[in-house]
């Protein structure tokens, strides 16, 4: 097997709590091995255009750990196989493109941190020759084959800290609040947050729900005494009758983009109890900010162990969180699938036991 000595990291899609944080392990435990990293700049456009990539070393990423987003930029446009690159030297096949760049910036192997659309693409490449290693990332927590990934906890702690906040506005008013929070296809972040801010009403895309039985709850919680409820709705989220929430289609490079479930839920809310109803979405600020503790270390254990994988030539794997362990998978077994909440989860049942309504 021949020696890795200089590698390559990305980060893809989304940006996510913790991104710096697996740049930082990366780099410095690829020094530490004696082997040189080079900084791709937005996603794989680091390998399409040569001058978005520069040496990092360790004295590069000091101080990064507390840091959001991501020092080397992100690029979230969908499949990028779709359509040809024009650069200044001539129009390109994508794919052939970075594999031919990977060879010539002199790279043994690439560490790509990304979600389920950066997998897909390093899959591709892994199947064309590149040696690489993946770093799941998303708040969303959707990713099959990992028990959580960096980001999600911040997500879930600035939600929960939004939902505790609106709890006194909402009590002080008698009124129905409504919070949209991010999660697409899946209500990991929704149900989590839900649950540590108490919420009343809890809706997910994995429980279609009838926005009367909602009411319903919201009645009898003013039957008992309570003037005020508190609902947490996913971006995902839909009624029986209806479909999701879309603010923009999906079109060529670029997937759906989903929002408006809030504002529809708290619409129909209003009108079927006549109670004062607003909506907020929290969005992007669910992404933004510090890393929280956790996601801290898990994000730098992510890029210690990604280097391990490389220096043993375990190529094509990610690195996935099976507590206590990071083990690596096949990237295969991951592309393509999302992991959303089961109906037996223990956290809904919970949930449920408690008198929490999902709409169902």
Known sequence: MPKIKKIGVLTGGGDAPGLNAVIRA??????????????????????????KSRTLTPRDVTGILRLGGTILGTVNRGNPFAEPIVTP?????????????????????LVCIGGDGT???SYEFYKMGVPLVCVPK????????????????????????AIDRLHSTAEAHRRIMVVEVMGRYAGWIALHSGVAGGADVILIPEIPYDVEKVAECTRQR???????????????????????????????????????????????????????????????????????AFDRTLATRFGGKAVELLLHGQFGKMVANHPPDLVPIPIGEVVGKTKTVPLDYDLLLTARSLGVSFGD
């Open 26 to 51: 990366v780099v410095k435990a690829a020094y530490n091995a004696g082997v040189e990293v080079i900084g791709l700049e937005d996603s794989f456009d680091g390998l399409i255009y040569p001058e």
């Open 89 to 109: 030297q001539g129009t390109f096949n994508y794919g052939e493109r970075v594999v031919d760049m990977f060879g010539k910036m002199g790279l043994d192997a």
């Open 119 to 121: 997998l897909a693409i």
């Open 138 to 161: 998303t708040i969303d927590n959707d990713i099959v084959g990992t028990t959580s990934c960096f980001g999600f906890d911040t997500a879930v702690d600035f939600a929960t800290n």
């Open 222 to 292: 003013e039957a008992r005494g309570a003037r005020f409820s508190i609902v947490v709705v996913a971006e995902g989220a839909r009624p029986v009758d209806g479909g999701l929430s879309v603010i923009e289609a999906a079109r060529t490079g670029h997937a759906e983009r989903l929002g408006g479930a809030g504002a529809l839920c708290s619409r129909q809310l209003g009108d079927r109890t006549g109670k004062e109803t607003r909506h907020v979405v929290l969005g992007h600020l669910q992404r933004g900010g510090s890393p929280t």
